[in-house]
């Protein structure tokens, strides 16, 4: 089984700087793109970040030159750095990826999401 854990999340206040990730585990042949995801209480799940297998890069402008998403391939593992963080960067955290791995010893291509984690900003 395929699945993903994220670790890192807590209280930070604002300025200050968390750093999230996201490992990926289980039968595995290979990961394509690879994101972040946030959503706060009352409002939709949106993009924070994503990355492709090749290392493209792309933000949602509210987190432009604020956050860092990365990824280390060899550990199936996406980071996500945040820096200058806002109270309304607080949400839980949600890591995707696009996998091609065994579900009930067949092999496809789906989306997997994780448990997500809370990240909370005082002001």
């Known amino acids: 089984q395929v699945q993903l854990v994220e670790s890192g999340g807590g209280l930070v206040q604002s300025g200050g700087s968390l750093r999230v990730s996201c490992a990926a585990s289980?039968?595995?042949?290979?990961?394509?793109?690879m994101g972040w995801y946030r959503q706060a209480p009352g409002k939709q799940r949106e993009l924070v970040a994503a990355?492709?297998?090749?290392?493209?890069?792309n933000y949602a402008d509210s987190v432009k030159g604020r956050f860092t998403i990365s990824r280390d391939n060899a550990k199936n593992t996406v980071y996500l750095q945040m820096n200058s963080l806002k109270p309304e960067d607080t949400a839980v955290y949600y890591c995707?990826?696009?996998?091609?791995?065994?579900?009930?010893?067949?092999?496809?291509?789906?989306?997997?999401w994780g448990q997500g984690i809370q990240v909370t900003v005082s002001s």
């Open positions: 289980g039968s595995i042949f290979s990961i394509y793109g």
């Open positions: 990355i492709t297998s090749g290392g493209t890069t």
């Open positions: 995707n990826a696009d996998i091609v791995g065994l579900r009930r010893g067949v092999p496809g291509r789906d989306d997997y």
